[in-house]
C-alpha cells in the first residue's frame, strides 16, 4: 500500500495544479485535507453498523467496491496536459537523470529546502510524541471509552480547521498561515504533555489539530504556484522523501524511550524536577516527551520564522514561467 501510494499521491498532488486555478487552489487542497479527518469519524461508525448486518465479509466486499467506485471517478476526469516549461526541458534526459530531478530542484533553491528541512525536524519530533498518543490516553484515563472519544475530538478538530481553510483561504503571503499554524500545532503539544484530565486533553487535542490542514493546503499552494508543472510530480516525490526522512526513526526510538527511559524515571530521584509539571504519575514520562517535542517544535519554528529570507519565500521564488514548447495535438491525457 505504502509503494503504491509513493506514487499515487504526488500524482494528485500535480494534478490539482492543472484542475485548478490558483485565486482556488487552496480552498481545493483544504478541501483534500478533510478527507482523513473526515473518514477517520465516519468509518469506525459506518463499519460498526454494517459488520452487524452483513458480516466482516461483507464489510471488505464493500470496501473493494469503493476503490473500484475511485478508479472509475479518475478514469472520468480529464486532466490536461501541462505544457513544457524551459526548466523542465533543461532537466530531461535519462531515467536515472530524471529521478534525481526533485532533489537537484530543491538543492537550487536554498530557502525552499531550508523549509522542507524545517518541516522534517517537525514531522521528526510531532511523530515521536504523538505514536504513543494510545498509550498515553490509556494510561492517564484508564478508559477504552475515552481513547475512542479524544481521537473522535483529534478527527474535528482537523476537520474544522479544514472547513475554515475552505472557507477562508488562508493567509497572502501564506507563510503567516503556515508557521505560526506549526508553533501553535507545538504549544498544543507541549500543553498537552501537561494535561491529566480528559477535560483538559479533549480542547487542546482540538486546536492541535485544527491548524494542521491550514499548514498542508498553505504549503501544497505554494509549491503547485512555484514549481513548474512538468516537474511537480518528481520536485513533489522528493519533496515527500525528505520530509518524511526522520519519521521511521522517531517510529523506532519512541516506545524504548518511553518505556525503557522515561517511564521507569518517573518518581526518581531527579524526577522532583519536573513533577510539578507533568506529575509523578504512570503516563508522567510520555508526557514529559510530548512537553519537550512540543517546546522544540514551537520554538524551532519561531526561530524560523524570524528569517527574513523565509518570510518573503513566496515573493523571492520565481512563479514557473511555461516555454510554449508544446507541441500541436498534445494538450491534454
Known sequence: ???????QQPAFEASVTMLVPDEHRDRANAIQQLTGPASGIIAPIAAGLLFTLVGVVGVMTID????LAAMVVVFMVRIPRPTQTAEGLAMAGTVWKEALVGFRYLLSRRVLLASVLHVTLVNFLITGAMVLNTPYILTVTGSETMLGTLMGVMSAGAIVGGAIMSVWGGTRPRIHTILPGIAITGTCLALYGLSRAPLAMGPILFVQMLPIPMINASFMSIMQLKI???????VFSALGQVSMLL???????AGPLADRVMEPAVGGSRWDLVAPLVGSQPGAGIGLIMLVNGSLIALVTLAVYAVPAVRRMESTLPDYRPAELEAPGESER
Open 1 to 7: 500500500q505504502s509503494v503504491f501510494g509513493v506514487f
Open 64 to 67: 473493494l467496491m469503493t476503490f
Open 228 to 234: 513548474p508543472p512538468d516537474l511537480q510530480g518528481r
Open 247 to 253: 519519521t521511521p526513526l522517531a517510529f523506532l526510538l
